[in-house]
Nanobody, 125 residues
Framework: QVQLVESGGGLVQAGGSLRLSCAASGRTFGDYAVGWFRQAPGNQREFVAAISRNGGSTYYADSVKGRFTISRDNAKNTVYLQMSSLKPEDTAVYYC??????????????????WGQGTQVTVSS
């Protein structure tokens, strides 16, 4: 199995930027596609972005397209989420999750086998 730890969250003003990291340990990180999800208070957890095993395919929720960029460095066992032009509605706990599919990446929560503990992102207006 793989263990995931998110970092990089914090408080930022609207229009600012943050970069989240998802560090993996355990099995070979390149064996997993990885997704970022977020959950705001009172809301369901929702898909944000995902990346395939080799980084060749990426997927984004419409709400973040053009503002967020997902990338990975398998040599460092890390996936990143670069967030720019942040809005107050981006405030949430952000989670990374690993998915063992062979190709592509899933946008569905239940497809992911392993989850991190989450990192808080707060965007002030």
């Amino acid at each position: 199995q793989v263990q995931l730890v998110e970092s990089g969250g914090g408080l930022v003003q609207a229009g600012g930027s943050l970069r989240l990291s998802c560090a993996a340990s355990g099995r070979t990180f390149g064996d997993y596609a990885v997704g970022w999800f977020r959950q705001a208070p009172g809301n369901q957890r929702e898909f944000v972005a995902a990346i395939s095993r080799n980084g060749g395919s990426t997927y984004y929720a419409d709400s973040v397209k053009g503002r967020f960029t997902i990338s990975r460095d398998n040599a460092k066992n890390t996936v990143y989420l670069q967030m720019s032009s942040l809005k107050p509605e981006d405030t949430a706990v952000y989670y990374c999750a690993a998915d063992r599919r062979w190709s592509g990446a899933s946008t569905v929560l239940s497809d992911h086998d392993y989850w991190g503990q989450g990192t808080q992102v707060t965007v002030s207006s």
